[in-house]
């Protein structure tokens, strides 16, 4: 459950989000001044936290960022404080969207949230077992 999950928003935000998330990204490396560096560190990290807020399955891109960051630390492509700088911002991020979405859950669903995934799985293994 996010912040405009079950909205048609949800979608139509997505796609420019996800073109920002890149454009960061793209900024990240070509910045050549270590003060540029920092600003889209953090620019970063907000565009990827602003991803998992919108749609929760872009937890993909918070786990793809934190991993890419990781990578170019090792092998020095990347300063280490632009890639802490963003870290940090997804992380207090992922606790601020964790508190949204469960204020949003226990307002509009009466604290139960819907489990997608494992009501798929359910799904999956009922018509296994009944097709043998």
């Given at each position: 459950?996010?912040?405009?999950?079950?909205?048609?928003?949800?979608?139509?935000?997505?796609?420019?989000?996800?073109?920002?998330?890149?454009?960061?990204?793209?900024?990240?490396?070509?910045?050549?001044?270590?003060?540029?560096?920092?600003?889209?560190?953090?620019?970063?990290?907000?565009?990827?936290?602003?991803?998992?807020?919108?749609h929760g399955r872009m937890i993909v891109a918070v786990a793809l960022t934190v991993a890419a960051l990781a990578l170019l630390v090792a092998r020095r492509r990347l300063p280490a404080l632009p890639a802490f700088l963003s870290v940090a911002v997804i992380a207090a991020g992922y606790v601020g969207v964790r508190f949204l979405n469960d204020f949003l859950i226990s307002r509009n669903y009466g604290g139960h949230q819907p489990d997608e995934v494992g009501e798929q799985n359910q799904a999956w293994a009922t018509s296994t077992v009944c097709s043998r």
């Open positions: 459950m996010t912040l405009f999950s079950q909205v048609a928003l949800s979608e139509n935000l997505l796609v420019p989000l996800a073109v920002v998330w890149l454009l960061c990204f793209g900024g990240l490396l070509e910045a050549s001044r270590a003060r540029a560096r920092a600003w889209w560190g953090l620019a970063l990290g907000a565009a990827t936290i602003a991803l998992f807020a919108v």
